[in-house]
């Protein structure tokens, strides 16, 4: 439930994302903007399933970029943003008119506030960046990296990183420390309510499980998420069985094809199912005897392990980045370094063969996640951010006006 105090006083936001489609990034964001609804727009830079939910849930979307995406990728330098000069000369204008309707502008991804920032400069608009990524050569080219803490600098009036390892990233790629606030993200523990045997039974049957333990593993298809590490874990556990759910979003389709072919080759076609994109992600999760976390670099945060957790299933996550802060090893999950198939299968036996070691970890698990990751507190703290910037902005403006002997300026 939103909070009521702060509900009532609400500035008109715009916030701005790069997608239409529905990442870990846009499932946070969308109960931000449910939240924000009475007062605020969405801004896209392609229509899709997430602009669909939008506004299916009431919030007003606008997209700003057509149909098409901006393709420039997290790798890429100058050349890239000078190559995709004609897209950000018409999106820039129609972000301008938005933020001018507005009283603050709030980027959701990277490319998302570079695009804000030029806008929150030419509109002379307070920005606040959701920082949901960790700013490392590992994830992102130097060129990009210079470009966003320069721009952070100029533009951002605060910067909510996701988890401290987001944050630690951010100081240490240059940021400014002075303008940073952690908020980790809250999920929303209702769709994750216990599904009943009968059903979880049904739901087994139609995905075409049989009765060895099944191990799930969720989230966008692509290299650094390691689906192929337990592709290749499982070559240790011949009665396991393995659900592979999520789809490549941003142009990592070549990876899901060198997935299924190296599933093919270690013979492992009637033990992985592919199920790509599943609306009904609590039933799946639940369908499964645990769920397994495998990126190979540091998880900003690390979305899937809190929703395992709410799903009552026992984790394993890839001990780096925000999965350190999430999961508490041996106690609410088990880490394992990340890219090591062995480990990942030695954890996986280990669960399998410990019923009491599981029920435990699944019982921590959930405490856990009802702790520390609730939704209503998530959405309190952005709330309380929110409010401080546009006042912080409100106040400037009156100054700014009473110093020209003009009338000052209110939130109407």
Excluded at 93 to 106: A, K, T
Excluded at 146 to 156: P, T
Excluded at 274 to 282: E, V
Excluded at 307 to 325: H, K, Q
């Amino acid at each position: 439930m939103d909070p009521p105090a702060i509900r009532s006083a609400m500035p008109r936001v715009l916030f701005l994302d790069q997608s239409g489609d529905l990442g870990g990034a846009e499932l946070s964001l969308l109960d931000i903007a449910r939240h924000f609804r009475a007062a605020a727009t969405v801004a896209l830079l392609g229509d899709g399933p997430f602009a669909r939910r939008l506004r299916a849930d009431a919030v007003p979307v606008e997209l700003v970029a057509g149909g098409g995406r901006l393709a420039v990728r997290r790798e890429d330098g100058p050349a890239a943003w000078l190559a995709a000069l004609g897209a950000v000369g018409t999106i820039v204008p129609r972000l301008v008119g938005l933020c001018r309707r507005h009283e603050l502008i709030y980027a959701n991804t990277q490319k998302a506030f570079v695009l804000g920032a030029v806008a929150a400069l030419l509109s002379r608009r307070p920005l606040i960046w959701h920082l949901r990524d960790i700013l490392t050569s590992e994830h992102f080219g130097r060129a990009n990296l210079r470009l966003v803490i320069s721009l952070s600098r100029l533009a951002a009036a605060r910067v909510i990183a996701n988890s401290d390892a987001t944050a630690a990233a951010f100081v240490a790629a240059g940021g400014d420390r002075r303008r940073l606030v952690t908020i980790p993200n809250g999920i929303d523990p209702a769709p994750w309510c216990p599904l009943a045997p009968d059903r979880r039974a049904r739901l087994r049957q139609e995905l075409g499980l049989r009765a060895d333990p099944v191990v799930g593993i969720f989230g966008r298809l692509a290299a650094w998420k390691g689906q192929h590490v337990l592709v290749e874990a499982l070559r240790a556990l011949p009665d396991v069985q393995c659900l592979v759910v999520g789809d490549p979003l941003f142009g990592e389709e070549p990876y899901r094809e060198r997935l299924v072919r190296r599933i093919d080759e270690l013979g492992l076609s009637e033990r992985v199912r592919l199920c790509g994109f599943r609306a009904d992600i609590p039933a799946v999760m639940q369908a499964c005897d645990m769920i397994v976390h495998a990126s190979t670099a540091a998880e900003p945060f690390g979305r899937v392990i809190v929703e395992a957790m709410l799903a009552d299933r026992p984790v394993i996550a890839s001990d780096a980045g925000g999965a350190r802060e999430i999961v508490e090893d041996g106690a609410s999950g088990i880490l394992v370094p990340p890219g090591d198939a062995d480990q990942l299968a030695a954890a996986i036996g280990r669960i399998l063969e410990d019923r009491e070691l599981a029920a435990r970890l699944a019982t921590g698990g959930r405490a856990r996640a009802l702790a520390q990751f609730g939704l209503t507190r998530t959405l309190g703290r952005i709330a309380l951010v929110v409010s401080e910037v546009a006042a912080a902005a409100a106040g400037e403006r009156d100054v700014s006006a009473a110093e020209r002997g003009g009338p000052t300026w209110k939130r109407s």
